[in-house]
């Protein structure tokens, strides 16, 4: 298909979803703040999160960076007093500082659809889910012979949750990679960066055209319209659990529900943002990842699993349930610095590399670990994008490109080294 018609087809469905893009709210519940917890190594924040009390929004530091509600924050005041914790309001009003920042970013976007630039994810704003939604299916159309588009299966509200796979350019050597993004909701910029590699993949003629590649960008569809519409900071899913009548009560922390070591490190209370769920899998994102994977680990040779988050700028490697270390732990350093070595070299970001447990947290349920264990892919990787705090999960939309950039240099490399770049030579 000409370009020319791809346009056409592109504009049509822009002046279709146009209207919606009216309704990003950055919303948050009224009198929700942003404290910041000095001295504090984690144990109280860590027992305010399970309460149900706090949203830990940085735990990569000695201070935490905590979201506190309105009802709770006297609750939560007194337990940091108890515990001889300070703490400073680093956001006073959530809603109006979300408000504030959207109104600059809404102003300078721009929508245009050119014969050279249609049909391309958009760079300079965070998409819709369903201009996401629109890409996919015009790539769909436009890269037949490469991508094929399909459902994998549904969220809990009934919306798609769509898998990317992209054919070899080149004779297919047997090697598979997996990628997934957009699994916690209020992760904007990990859907955002890897619907920039798609284009990038597809014209890149290197050796890495000899894998199959496949890409989930959405994994969390649901999540990711209610921080579009209600609140910017939703983690979870959907799921509406049983004792609902208080606010940030429903949802299931899908990065905690994979079946592998589940309910190790991990709420069991339905407020918390980090709940694991009912049971390994009891959600339907989870399971329709899953399955997904498991039939590509059975029709390829899966040989790497990445699953992009933000932020804090890791690239993480099992385990998250134990600081022991998984199998190929050496290769996965290995493969991991060359990626961070890569990645910084056009704007200096630094990534650090280690283990999910040693450099961040306990965290059990969680993909990588269950890629690990279960699937015994050699590479398994979480990658917290950009930044280390500054803006956080509302990272400016100006910031796209310039991730995408530099996780597009880490890829190349890594690709090319964890395929099977050895008889890719004969
Ligand atoms: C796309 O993938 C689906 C599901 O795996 C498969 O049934 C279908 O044949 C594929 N289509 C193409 C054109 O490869
Ligand atoms: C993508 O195209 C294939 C045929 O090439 C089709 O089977 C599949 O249903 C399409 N996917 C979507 C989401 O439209
Ligand atoms: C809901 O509340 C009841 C009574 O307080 C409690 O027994 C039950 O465990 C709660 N359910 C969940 C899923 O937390
Ligand atoms: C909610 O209650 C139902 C019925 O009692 C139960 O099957 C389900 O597991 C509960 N959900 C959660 C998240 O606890
Ligand atoms: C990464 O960069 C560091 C510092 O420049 C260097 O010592 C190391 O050998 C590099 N590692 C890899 C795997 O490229
Ligand atoms: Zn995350």
């Known amino acids: ?34 404290w910041e917890v000095e001295g504090e190594i984690g144990l109280v924040t860590t027992m305010l999160q399970d309460k149900g009390l ?80 629109w890409y996919l299916k015009e790539l769909n159309i436009s890269h037949s012979s490469r991508v094929n588009v399909t459902s994998i299966g549904k969220s809990i509200e009934g919306r798609d949750i769509w898998l990317v796979h992209i054919r070899p350019l080149k004779c297919r050597v047997d090697g598979a990679v997996w990628i ?24 890149d003629c290197s050796r890495i055209g000899y894998l199959d590649i496949f890409i989930v960008p959405m994994a969390n569809p649901d999540g990711y319209l209610y921080s579009w519409t209600t609140n910017r900071l939703w983690r979870k899913n959907r799921r509406i659990n049983n004792n609902t009548s208080q606010v940030g009560c429903d949802g299931v922390d899908l990065n905690r529900n994979w079946d592998y070591k589940f309910g ?48 804090g700028q890791f690239i993480l490697h099992p385990w998250g349930w134990s600081t022991e270390e998984a199998p190929d732990t050496p290769m996965m350093i290995s493969r991991a610095t060359l990626w961070a070595n890569a990645t ?10 280690t283990s999910t447990t040693v450099g961040l947290y306990a965290a059990s349920g969680a993909t990588d670990d269950w890629a690990k264990a279960v699937l015994q892919v050699k590479y398994s990787y979480t990658v917290e994008l950009r930044d280390e705090g500054t803006e956080g999960f509302v990272l400016s939309p100006n910031q796209i490109v310039p991730s995408s950039e530099e996780v597009w ?14 008889y890719i030579y004969l």
């Open 180 to 203: 997934e993004a957009g699994i916690h909701a209020r992760e904007w910029i990990a859907p955002a960066v890897i619907l920039q590699l798609i284009p990038k993949l597809l014209e």
């Open 344 to 353: 910084k070299k056009r704007y200096g970001t630094v990534y650090k590399v």
């Open 264 to 311: 190790l490190f991990a709420s069991s209370n339905p407020c918390s943002e980090t709940f694991h769920g009912a049971s390994g899998f009891s959600e339907p994102e989870t399971k329709a990842l899953s399955d997904a994977m498991i039939a590509v680990s059975r029709d390829y040779n899966l040989l790497m699993v990445m699953a992009f988050h933000s932020y």
């Open 1 to 34: 298909m000409s370009n020319m018609q791809l346009c056409s087809t592109g504009l049509l469905a822009f002046l279709v979803i146009l209207p919606h893009f009216c309704w990003s709210q950055y919303a948050a519940p009224p009198g929700d703040q942003i």
């Open 54 to 133: 706090v949203d830990i929004l940085d735990e990569s530091r000695s201070r935490k960076i905590i979201r506190v509600g309105l009802k709770n924050s006297i609750d939560v005041k007194f337990i940091l007093l108890q515990h001889k914790l300070t703490y400073k309001i680093l956001v006073k009003d959530l809603a109006s500082y979300l408000k504030e920042k959207d109104g600059k970013t809404i102003k300078t976007r721009s929508i245009t659809c050119t014969d050279l630039s249609c049909p391309q994810p958009l760079s300079d704003a965070y998409m819709t889910l369903d201009q996401i939604e």
């Open 409 to 422: 240099d880490g890829m190349k490399i890594l690709l090319t080294a964890v395929g099977p770049g050895d």
